[in-house]
């Protein structure tokens, strides 16, 4: 077979996965209004696309404080932990596993989205940075707005917003998720924290590469307590810099976490890489220095071909190729890959964040021979 390792079982700490291709997080807004609650069609999407190994759901906040964007699903009320159950349910039906990914966007956020001002490690607003919402008279199309000005997090606040990651993670597997991945990156909360331009404390959470990890470290820790180890990953993007997060000591700072992450035993780290035309790569030297500190999964996500995520895997650098738009557009990606079939492409980005309908979300073909 031309790629052996993409289509090769994996154990990830006790759970078998049917191949290493993972299905990679990507916000839809497809939710149930009010409440944000996950619902059937969103089962039907994630059921249709389970061919994956592991899938890792939409990004979900933890709290209505959490919320940067309409129409994402939460993890904090009864009811749309009811209709997470009705995703688990069709993916596992399938024979994949599925992680809830838990969310706090911090300053990436407006009032005019949640209701309230945003929070962040520091009173520092992101530049250039949109978040959108759904007005009636555009026909439901997606409307960008710039994000507000946010408050400084009291410790208050730090304790509350640790407490809310715990509830959400009891949560996901009250919903049947065979685990939760913890969202430190692409320049929401915890990635403010971890960046010394979006973070100018003088506390024990500011300064030191040490203090800056200090957040997503009490976080990971407190959430492991809840629900085990092997049941949490992390994401990190540490050469993504957009929503104003350019920070020259963020890769010392990614290693430092490593570290503490390795210390903790989680299950794997997510590296969210660039994933537009002409982005950089990350360099294959960062990627050792990565594994020689974190011996546990490591997964790469970033528009790779799967010629390219077989070599990474034959190298031993990672363990796992997430892919995301060709997901999106592909229901049965492996099984395309393995054919050499046509690919679809996306067939309309109005549709990406629909805010409701089927079109562009449900409405993929699968290939014939499903």
């Known amino acids: 077979m031309k790629y052996e390792k993409l289509f090769e079982h994996y154990n990830m700490m006790g759970k078998e996965l049917q191949n290493r291709f993972l299905m990679a997080p990507m916000t839809r807004s497809r939710s149930t209004q009010p409440g944000d609650v996950p619902n059937e069609l969103m089962a039907e999407y994630y059921g249709q696309r389970s061919s994956a190994g ?62 309230l001002q945003p929070i962040a490690p520091s009173a520092i607003a992101a530049k250039q940075t949109n978040v959108y919402i759904f007005e009636e008279k555009l026909n439901g199309d997606a409307t960008f707005i710039p994000v507000e000005q946010p408050r400084e997090m009291t410790k208050k606040d730090i304790h509350k917003t640790v407490e809310e990651f715990v509830q959400g993670a009891k949560n996901a597997i009250t919903a049947g998720f065979d685990g939760v991945e913890i969202h430190g990156a692409n320049g929401y909360l915890i990635d403010q924290y971890l960046r010394s331009n979006s973070n100018i404390r003088t506390d024990e959470y500011g300064g030191t590469a040490e203090n800056r990890i200090r957040f997503l470290i009490e976080i990971t820790k ?19 810099s957009f929503k104003d997060m350019e920070d020259p000591e963020i ?17 794997y780290i997510h590296l969210c890489e660039a994933d537009w035309d002409n982005a950089p790569e990350i360099p294959e030297s960062f990627r050792i220095e990565l594994r020689n500190y974190f011996s546990n999964t490591i997964i790469a996500t970033g528009n790779k071909t799967p010629d390219q995520g077989e070599a990474l895997l034959q190298k031993g650098l990672v363990d796992l190729i997430g892919f995301g738009r060709n997901f999106l557009a592909n229901p049965d990606y492996p099984n395309r890959v393995k054919l050499n079939a046509k690919i679809n492409e996306i ?14 979300y449900t409405d993929y073909p699968f290939l014939s021979n499903r």
């Open 54 to 115: 592991i899938i890792i759901s939409e990004a979900t906040q933890v709290s209505p404080q959490g919320k940067g964007y309409a129409r994402t699903p939460g993890i904090y009320s009864q009811e749309q932990i009811n209709g997470w159950k009705l995703i688990t349910k069709e993916v596992h039906k399938n024979g994949s596993k599925i992680f809830l990914q838990l969310w706090h966007v911090g300053r990436v956020s407006s009032s005019k989205v949640n209701g």
């Open 222 to 240: 407190a959430v492991v307590e809840a629900i085990g180890k092997s049941q949490v990953g992390v994401r990190l993007s540490p050469f993504i």
């Open 251 to 267: 890769l010392d700072t990614i290693i430092c976490a490593a570290k503490a992450l390795k210390k903790i035993d989680i299950a």
């Open 347 to 360: 067939n309309n980005t109005h549709t990406l964040f629909g805010g409701g309908t089927y079109i562009g």
